[in-house]
């Protein structure tokens, strides 16, 4: 069930309020990093993944990298604790930085969603970085304004920022916000431009989503996926047939695994190592509490289709609901063990639709 986004083929209900939906967003006083990168991508989306590379930063105790350190040492540790894997920009991070300027060595996060009909990657500008800064460089890599957005062709891009994103040919600069949004497609980042201009509904303006963003509110990285994608990636398509009859003896017994609305997975950072946060909504409290009482009795043990055990990378380590939110969490020691990565090959029952 590995969850990064950009190597997946992937690419709820909000109360309408007089004058949008302004209404049913936390205050911008209050909002977090997550939460405001949420406001930032379209309803339909389908899977969002996040990092926040200020925390990141923080926690590995990178205050700057104008000191000499080692921008490659810091991609390579977080990478092993999982706290960038979810990112788009990680493996381009250092040609990156190089060519435009604002990488993940300095802007405070970022976050990339995909929906059907496109893709935007979205990111908060860190205190060294400015919006003339930031359009200086576009210019300087033959990137042409036009409309507020700065684009630049197939051919210019292979020339000056080879093996870049797809999603860095359009970029809308937004100064006064500190923001900086792209895409590559000309069309969807300008519906995302009008959608946050006019501060109409966004995918943290859906109820579902709004549930499982709360658990995971300080997450040093984090995802979202629709109801139809976790489920794909959490099914058992491709188990055997002793695999599948395994996976449905052990939850049979305990009742049915109901689908969930949205799947939200998050890593914290603790005293004592890391927290995973699977965060699940579903249709009611009553449903969530169900729920949380049948799979937290799949948290433990063999993990189906694998030699392994859910043991050898995490701890259960309680469970609770929040209204329609069922929460499963799990305490990870060693951070280097890949507590994300390495489990993710497999299907997990406590965080699946069914046991088939």
Partial sequence: MRLRAPSIALVAIAVLVTGGYAASRTPPDARTPLASAAELLAPNTRIASFTDWAKVRKELGVTSFADGTDREAFLLRAHEEDMSYRSLLEGTALDMHKVYGWSPFNIDWEIYGQADDGALLAAGMGSGLSGSS??????????????????STTDNRATVAPGQPTALAHIAVLGG???????????????????HRENTRSLADVRSVRGVLAPLSGAVSAAVLRSKDACEMANLAEATAAEKSQAKNL???LGPLAKMSHLGQGLFTTANGQRVRYAMEFGSATEASQ??????E?????????????????AFDGARTRDNTAILDFAVGDPTNSAITEIGDGPMLFAACSPS
């Fill in 298 to 314: 799949l948290t433990t043990g063999t993990i189906v289709g694998r030699v392994a055990e859910i043991e050898d990378f995490m």
């Fill in 251 to 253: 939850v049979e017994p």
């Fill in 291 to 296: 729920q949380v009482r049948i799979r937290r």
């Fill in 177 to 195: 916000e500190r923001l900086i949004l792209a895409s590559d497609s000309t069309d969807y980042l300008l519906d995302s431009l009008t959608r």
């Fill in 134 to 151: 930031v359009e200086d460089s576009l210019r300087a890599n033959g990137y042409k304004e036009a409309d507020g957005i700065w684009s």
